[in-house]
């Protein structure tokens, strides 16, 4: 029987193996050899204007000598965040922090969708839809609002028409319900299966993203039937979606 899998798989951060940390340029081309649909990361300015891929709004990891170092993305110029080393190993050999052209430039060359975070919300809306156009990624990218709305959806639109546009729950399908969009191009946040949040989302004609996946809670989130899926970092999803899909049964 021949499956096909209606849901977006999203590896949030990338997926770490070994001594890879989270958002680093391996951690997001290893998402993509086990077989990611898409990848989320996060965007944050430091003080020259340059946008990197940062969860946290400090950097930290280790200087050439080895030296624990810690930096304050929006106080620190991108030179010194993009020396800062994430991990080494000698299967992917050192990682620092990438900047967002980075992580874009990987997702055009093996075809992933995106998730770009704006952790600086409306402040880098605009910068971060430039980047997203500069890198031929129209069409591919969706943007996490953190909490801009409408006026970070209208700016982003502005540059890239094709955008998508993602937030937390109920609250984000409220702030959109007068959007004649929505139902194409936004998402929800959640990790509430309840019937009763899952119905409110669905009634506001939103698109449903089911978010800190792993193997415990993978069964009862897919029972939603999600739009998209977003695994934590450390969650093998393509193990963990082979096992759903062999048990499935249509008849």
Same mark, same amino acid.
């Not at 944050?44 to 930096?71: M, P």
């Not at 970070?152 to 729950?169: M, V």
């Not at 899926?229 to 759903?244: G, P, R």
């Given at each position: 029987?021949?499956?096909?899998?209606?849901?977006?798989?999203?590896?949030?951060? &990338?997926? *770490?193996?070994?001594?890879?940390? $989270?958002?680093?340029? !391996?951690?997001?081309?290893?998402?993509?050899?086990?077989? !990611?649909?898409?990848? $989320?990361?996060?965007?944050?300015?430091?003080?020259? +204007? @340059?946008? #990197?891929?940062?969860?946290?709004?400090?950097?930290?990891?280790?200087?050439?000598? +080895?030296?624990?170092?810690?930096?304050? *993305?929006?106080?620190?110029?991108?030179?010194? #965040?993009?020396? @800062?080393?994430?991990?080494?190993?000698?299967?992917?050999?050192?990682?620092?922090?990438?900047?967002?052209?980075?992580? /874009?430039?990987? !997702?055009?060359?093996?075809?992933? /969708?995106?998730?770009?975070?704006?952790?600086?919300?409306?402040?880098?809306?605009?910068?971060?839809?430039?980047? *997203?156009?500069?890198?031929? %990624?129209? &069409?591919?990218?969706?943007?996490?609002?953190?909490?801009?709305?409408?006026?970070?959806?209208?700016?982003?639109?502005?540059?890239?028409?094709?955008?998508?546009?993602?937030?937390? &729950?109920?609250?984000?399908?409220?702030?959109?319900?007068?959007?004649? $969009?929505?139902?194409?191009?936004?998402?929800?946040?959640?990790?509430?299966?309840?019937?009763?949040?899952?119905? !409110?989302?669905?009634?506001?004609?939103?698109?449903?993203?089911?978010?800190?996946?792993?193997?415990?809670?993978?069964?009862?989130?897919?029972?939603?039937?999600?739009?998209?899926?977003?695994? %934590?970092?450390?969650?093998?999803?393509?193990?963990?979606?082979?096992?759903?899909? +062999?048990?499935?049964?249509?008849?």
């Amino acid at each position: 029987m021949n499956i096909k899998k209606s849901w977006i798989t999203s590896a949030h951060r &990338g997926f *770490v193996d070994g001594a890879l940390k $989270e958002n680093s340029l !391996a951690a997001y081309y290893n998402a993509y050899l086990n077989g !990611a649909d898409m990848i $989320e990361t996060d965007a944050r300015l430091t003080s020259d +204007g @340059v946008l #990197i891929v940062n969860h946290d709004d400090t950097v930290k990891g280790f200087n050439e000598d +080895g030296e624990a170092v810690t930096y304050v *993305v929006e106080s620190t110029p991108a030179d010194t #965040i993009c020396s @800062v080393i994430l991990s080494k190993d000698e299967k992917w050999g050192v990682q620092r922090v990438p900047t967002l052209e980075q992580v /874009l430039n990987l !997702a055009y060359h093996t075809g992933l /969708l995106v998730n770009i975070d704006l952790k600086n919300g409306y402040k880098i809306a605009e910068a971060v839809a430039k980047t *997203v156009l500069k890198c031929g %990624l129209q &069409g591919r990218v969706v943007y996490a609002l953190n909490g801009s709305g409408m006026d970070g959806i209208n700016a982003i639109l502005a540059i890239d028409p094709d955008g998508c546009f993602i937030d937390r &729950g109920v609250h984000f399908a409220m702030t959109v319900k007068d959007f004649p $969009e929505r139902g194409k191009r936004c998402y929800c946040y959640t990790s509430d299966t309840s019937k009763e949040n899952i119905d !409110a989302i669905r009634g506001y004609g939103c698109r449903l993203a089911l978010i800190s996946l792993d193997s415990n809670n993978f069964k009862p989130s897919i029972e939603c039937h999600p739009d998209m899926c977003e695994y %934590l970092h450390t969650s093998d999803f393509k193990a963990i979606e082979e096992q759903y899909f +062999g048990s499935i049964k249509l008849y």
